[in-house]
């Protein structure tokens, strides 16, 4: 294992992980299908998942990587939850425009 | 077997009470009634056969039931003491209660809550026995409470009529007053002794235990005032003359013979504690002493038959407490008997003629009935006679021997208690003149329709005369078998007048200043056939005599007024302070939030924003602040 990090520098997982975290930050402002919004929050909990792990192995502590598997399966439900939330939604409006949801206004 | 005898004694009355609640109106009037009766009556003859048997053993019975409540040192046993004291007023609790219900029968026959009426009467027993039979403070508590509640039920028993729903809550609330001191100085009494048990404080203290003498002396006034409340004394006495709006029995039964000496029982219990505490002995006969000249100074002029009877009872209260802070217990409740015997008389007769003029109270509006009402007359002329002081009727010797005690030791006390007694002889035959001599004053109608009342209420009225004119045989001066009777529950021996040159010199003195009051009603009433002014044309110091002093008009400056002045300045300006700043907090949530919501716009994408820029923010402080 701590080949792995002898090879490819900790900083290197943390950059990796912020431009990660950056595109799905990017992905949910800028996108306006609601697919690709949720692909992009994926793609943030990954970019957390991915430094919890690097972590782990730097500080030696099988922890980390245990509270990874915890929130993949988490985030599993998650996905289950918001993609039936889509479906009922797309078969109410014809599309999953986020522009389009504006019935909870206050 | 004592104690099933006993518990017979307490619950008769109450088994009488739970049936005319739930089964009254079924039973229908007459079994109600006679049910009332039977449950007293039954009580009577239980007290009787314990009577006797303390006679012949000279033994208190003492029954222990149950512990009731224990605390680190301080415990307090539900039991009962059927000794000399508790059970002589037993004997005339339940002696004059069952006159008294027989009374109702027929008395109450009219009324269509006739069986609520027994109920009431019941339950009023019930507590009565449990205040004098409790071998406790706290027992007698009970009952001193569960009477006030009676006292209450009864003197709103017609409550269709506010006027009477508000004597009802004035009575109430005045003796709220006193029991708070009653309380306080229960309080006080097992503070200082760890126990509230009779016998046993006496025994701390003829034991000589050393106890504060000021909390003692405190204890002692705080008791004193709940008497002050329940027996109609200064300043709390004005309940009394107003609690005649109940029916006439309840004047009769409570409010004259039995509920309004549980003052002078409580005292006359308690002595070993008064003997110590002279200030407060003091105290008691000057109230005493004074209540009883106002009370009988009022008296006078009243119109009214039942106030005047209201007025004389506060006054004869009034001496009874005299003879109490005299020292002189027995006396006390050697006029608590005779008392009771001449007064439920004249209340029961009192009813009576009201009953024949179909509720009129008015004397004004009477006369001449001595030749309708025979029985009426002459056992209202023989209670009149006893409670006016004339030998042998029995009045004369209790009355006597109180006011040859005040002469022997504060002759203040005794012209103060003399000029009542006279009064009293005045007032009473002003009563008496008005009512039935003289031509009758009613209406045409009422005169056709005036009769003696039926065979029920005349036989109370016979059985109370005889003994109103007998009475006084049970203490004659110089033999007296009460004292005698007493000594075991009185700490002190009782006080035993010589009847010497100065007796008899006191006896004359009583004698004739009744016969001067006599003479003076006599003169005005019968000679000059005078009839009280109407209302309006009251002049003078009559008229302050006629408003009763103006004390209730004072109590309402003074009390009642200023009460609800807090009451509504409370009202006005503090709820409105409060309600004001609770209702601007409400105002300012109400406000932020309906601007609040506009932030709600629905736009996912503008939620998303603020999320990011929340989190951004939030990552930049910590950096920064590290």
């Not at chain 2, 016998?199 to 405190?218: H, K, N, P, Q, Y």
């Not at chain 2, 005045?426 to 005169?447: I, S």
């Not at chain 2, 010497?500 to 006896?507: E, I, N, P, V």
């Amino acid at each position: 294992m701590e080949n792995i990090l002898q090879q490819i520098g900790i900083e290197n997982y943390i950059y990796l992980s912020t431009l990660l975290f950056c595109v799905g930050i990017f992905g949910v402002l800028y996108r306006r299908n609601a697919i690709v919004m949720f692909m992009s929050i994926e793609i943030m909990l990954n970019a957390v998942n991915l430094l919890l792990v690097a972590f782990s192995t730097y500080h030696q502590d099988a922890t980390g990587q245990v509270f990874v598997f915890f929130s993949m399966a988490v985030a599993a439900a998650e996905v289950a939850v918001g993609l039936a939330i889509l479906v009922a939604v797309y078969r109410n409006l014809n599309n999953i425009d986020i522009d389009n949801l504006k019935n909870l206004k206050g | 077997m004592d104690t099933n005898l006993a518990l017979l004694l307490l619950f008769a009355p109450f088994a009488g009470f739970l049936l005319n609640v739930f089964f009254g109106k079924k039973l229908g009037k007459g079994a109600s009634g006679t049910l009332g009766t039977l449950a007293v009556a039954t009580s009577f003859v239980v007290t009787l056969t314990f009577f006797l048997q303390v006679i012949n053993t000279g033994k208190p019975v003492m029954v222990d039931l149950f512990e009731w409540l224990t605390l680190a040192n301080f415990n307090v046993n539900f039991g009962f003491q059927l000794d000399q004291l508790s059970l002589l007023w037993l004997m005339f609790v339940t002696g004059i209660g069952t006159l008294i219900h027989v009374y109702s029968i027929s008395y109450m026959h009219d009324d269509e809550n006739m069986h609520k009426f027994f109920a009431y009467l019941n339950l009023f027993i019930f507590f009565m026995i449990t205040l004098v039979i409790g071998s406790n403070l706290l027992i007698m508590f009970i009952g001193w409470e569960g009477v006030g509640l009676c006292s209450y039920l009864l003197i709103g028993f017609w409550y269709k009529n506010q006027d009477y729903n508000d004597a009802a809550k004035k009575a109430f609330i005045m003796n709220r007053i006193g029991d708070l001191g009653f309380l306080i100085g229960i309080f006080i009494i097992g503070y200082l002794f760890h126990s509230l048990d009779y016998t046993t404080i006496a025994t701390a203290l003829s034991s000589g235990a050393e106890v504060d003498a000021t909390w003692l002396s405190i204890a002692a006034l705080c008791l004193f005032i709940g008497a002050c409340g329940k027996s109609a004394q200064l300043p709390l006495y004005t309940w009394l003359p107003d609690a005649m709006a109940g029916p006439t029995p309840v004047s009769a039964l409570i409010h004259a013979a039995t509920m309004v000496t549980a003052g002078i029982f409580m005292v006359t219990r308690m002595n070993f504690l008064f003997n110590l505490t002279p200030d407060v002995q003091t105290v008691i006969a000057v109230v005493g002493a004074i209540t009883s000249l106002i009370a009988a100074a009022i008296g006078l002029v009243q119109n009214d038959i039942k106030k005047v009877l209201a007025y004389s009872t506060v006054s004869q209260l009034g001496l009874m407490f005299l003879a109490l802070g005299l020292g002189a217990y027995e006396i006390a409740v050697f006029h608590v008997i005779t008392h009771a015997f001449f007064k439920a008389c004249l209340f029961l007769g009192s009813g009576s003629v009201i009953h024949a003029l179909h509720g009129e109270q008015d004397m004004r509006n009477m006369g001449g009935l001595k030749g309708v009402m025979k029985i009426t007359y002459i056992t209202f002329l023989i209670s009149t006679l006893a409670i006016s002081g004339l030998p042998p009727f029995s009045g004369f010797f209790s009355k006597d021997e109180i006011l040859m005690t005040a002469f022997h030791q504060n002759k203040v006390l005794w012209v103060i208690g003399s000029l009542a007694s006279i009064m009293t002889a005045f007032y009473m035959f002003r009563l008496l003149y008005l009512t039935f001599y003289k031509d009758f004053r009613g209406t045409e109608e009422q005169k056709h329709h005036l009769h003696e009342s039926p065979g029920l209420i005349t036989f109370p009225l016979i059985v109370l005369a005889i003994l109103a004119l007998v009475g006084g045989v049970i203490s004659l001066p110089g033999n007296s078998w009460l004292n005698h009777y007493l000594a075991p529950v009185l700490a002190k021996p009782a006080h035993h007048h010589e009847l010497d040159g100065t007796a008899y010199m006191l006896m004359g003195i009583a004698v004739v200043g009744a016969l001067i009051g006599i003479g003076v009603a006599y003169s005005k009433y019968i000679k000059q056939s005078a009839v009280p002014a109407q209302d309006s044309e009251i002049t003078g110091f009559a008229k302050v005599l006629y408003n009763k002093f103006y004390v209730d008009e004072i109590y309402t400056a003074i009390i009642v007024n200023p009460i609800y002045a807090i009451g509504s300045f409370f009202r006005d300006v503090t709820e409105a302070a409060f309600s004001g700043f609770i209702f601007g907090l409400g105002k300012v949530a109400n406000m932020l939030g309906s601007e609040g919501k506009t932030l709600q716009t629905g736009s996912i994408g503008f939620y998303l924003f603020a999320f990011v820029l929340g989190i951004c923010s939030i990552v930049v402080y910590i950096f920064l602040a590290k």
